[in-house]
């Protein structure tokens, strides 16, 4: 089993509409969940961090954690085109003290 | 958030010569700097974790006698691919946590990508 699953997509939405990803960890006792944007030929770029059950809140983005179902999702108010890029959701375990678990990916697509 | 440069930004070499790449971290100390690896269209590859002062730790299937890392100083960790071939070509980043930083949240280098000829 993988230590971070997520959908590999792609996912499109229309500009202006709330795209919705996800991310599932296996390691219940996982601590600090992250979400990195990776444009294409880019490294990736940390855009939102989240710590303790509930939601996080950065603009339009928005990181949501509910450690009982061991899962973290981020949501994309308003997408824009240039929000088109892979979400990297990344999850930092006990197993590892200062190393992230990244996930596959997610290939998000804003249609104009 | 913190800032990790890394040169060159690409390289094109032939088969069977060294390549190095050097990561720096501009505005704090890296006591530990991590190396990946990826592929076009496919998800990071974590090769190694380097420690400053120490030998590096490499992932399972990572030969670290072609792949050697060296984190000499709190700023500078390099990684040297010896006796490069055409399979090597890829995009290499490496990152580091932000030493006392909350959760262990990671700070990407731009990359490197090399092309082996």
């Known amino acids: 089993q993988k230590e971070v699953e997520q959908n590999s997509g792609p996912l499109s939405v229309p500009e202006g509409a709330i795209a919705s990803l996800n991310c599932t960890y296996s390691d219940r006792g996982s601590q600090s969940f992250f979400w990195y944007r990776q444009y294409s030929g880019k490294s990736p770029e940390l855009i939102m961090s989240?710590?303790?059950?509930g939601d996080q809140e950065d603009g339009r983005f928005t990181a949501q954690l509910n450690k009982a179902s061991q899962y973290v999702s981020l949501l994309i108010r308003d997408s824009q085109p240039s929000d088109s890029a892979t979400y990297l959701c990344a999850v930092n375990t006990l197993t590892g003290a200062n190393n992230l678990f990244f996930g596959t990916g997610t290939r998000l697509t804003v249609i104009p | 958030g913190a800032v990790v440069s890394q040169h060159p930004s690409w390289v094109i070499c032939k088969s069977g010569t060294s390549v190095k790449i050097e990561c720096r971290s501009l505005?704090?100390?890296?006591?530990?700097m991590f190396w990946y690896r990826q592929f076009p269209k496919q998800s990071l590859m974590l090769m190694a974790t380097?420690?400053?002062?120490?030998?590096?730790?490499?992932e399972q299937g990572v030969e670290k006698d072609k792949f050697l890392i060296n984190h000499a100083s709190l700023t500078l960790s390099t990684l040297t691919v010896t006796s490069a071939h055409p399979e090597d070509s890829s995009f290499y980043i490496c990152?580091?946590?932000?030493?006392?930083?909350?959760?262990?949240?990671?700070?990407f280098g731009p990359g490197t990508r090399l092309t082996v000829t």
């Open positions: 989240i710590y303790s059950n």
């Open positions: 990152s580091s946590p932000l030493a006392g930083g909350i959760g262990y949240e990671q700070y």
């Open positions: 505005d704090f100390q890296a006591t530990t």
């Open positions: 380097s420690n400053e002062g120490s030998k590096a730790t490499y």
